[in-house]
């Protein structure tokens, strides 16, 4: 997190820095120039703060869906969220500027992942292949409904919607940070505290039932945590993919499938990975290169190596 402080188009001497920081934080005034407290404390503190929220937000709620449903391909996305927010962001950018683009997309990834659960759930069970098959049904629902706004908007509201899509912390400020902490930090610390229970969701729900544990309650509130940790991030930052798929995977092959461990090391894990990625994507090139294309191709390799390494790519 320090490191990335001193990275950025407008350069400071890293003495200069650590002054500026230091005597801010004192509430002494410094004698050098205002930009330096402006670039530090309004660009890129707020930049990596959310980084590691949204890391630490999409890496948790993986575990915690691949923990549920039982299968290693399952991503914070699975129950059509994605798919929701981008419409939502497409219908603020696109058709009613006067919604804000955050306020839609979080909204209709809630709409998309309760519109999943309301298809899956019958005479009060939830059986999880229907799960996993009413969030494909909700996703194609709300991409096509994406592909008719892309369809009807002129050029450059294309253009916004295309860059939002692909994920993006240029943007990032304390405002952001504010409206998406909250709900963020429901969802993880509610996974968090009940983390020992994904251990015996993942053995079935026959087995939750032998040890006294209502499977239908866990899901819904592990469904309704990950989902809230999850859309929150993405309401501001766009769509990242890859961080919520690859980063309890790597966590699992490394430190191994108990949840009271995962989870815990998900967050942590997840927030350096998007701090160490939004620094790639902004001083790696001459241009800025959007989040969601560097997760991919660092996180591609690593997870093919770590999958060729471990036996059932540590799912097992």
Known sequence: MVFSLFIGKFTIAP??????????????????PSVYSTVIFEVRLPRILLGMLVGASLSVSGAAFQ????????????LGLSSGAAFGAALSL???????VQLSALFFSLVAVGFAYYIATSRGSTPVISLLLAGVIVSALF???????????????????????MGSLASA??????SSFPLAFIGCV?????RWRLNVLALGDEEARSVGMNPELYKAVFVLAASLAASSVVS???????????????????FGPDHTYLIPLCITSGAAFMVLVDDIARAGMGF?????????????????????????????
Request: cysteine-free.
């Open 15 to 32: 003495d200069d820095l650590v002054r500026v920081m230091i005597l801010n934080l004192m509430g002494v005034e410094t004698s050098h």
């Open 67 to 78: 923990g549920i449903f039982r299968n290693p391909l399952v991503s914070p996305y699975i």
């Open 94 to 100: 696109a058709v009613a500027p006067q919604f804000p």
């Open 143 to 165: 991409d096509s409904l994406l592909s008719i706004v892309q369809m009807a908007v002129n050029e450059r509201a294309l253009q916004s919607i295309v860059y939002w899509l």
């Open 173 to 178: 400020s304390w405002s952001k940070i504010h």
């Open 190 to 194: 509610t996974i968090f505290l009940l």
């Open 236 to 254: 501001v930052a766009g769509i990242i993919g890859f961080v919520g798929l690859v980063i309890p995977h790597m966590m699992r092959m490394i």
């Open 288 to 316: 800025e290169v959007p989040v969601g294309v560097i997760t991919t191709l660092i996180g591609a390799p690593f997870f093919a190596y770590l999958l060729r390494s471990t036996r059932s790519g540590g799912w097992e």
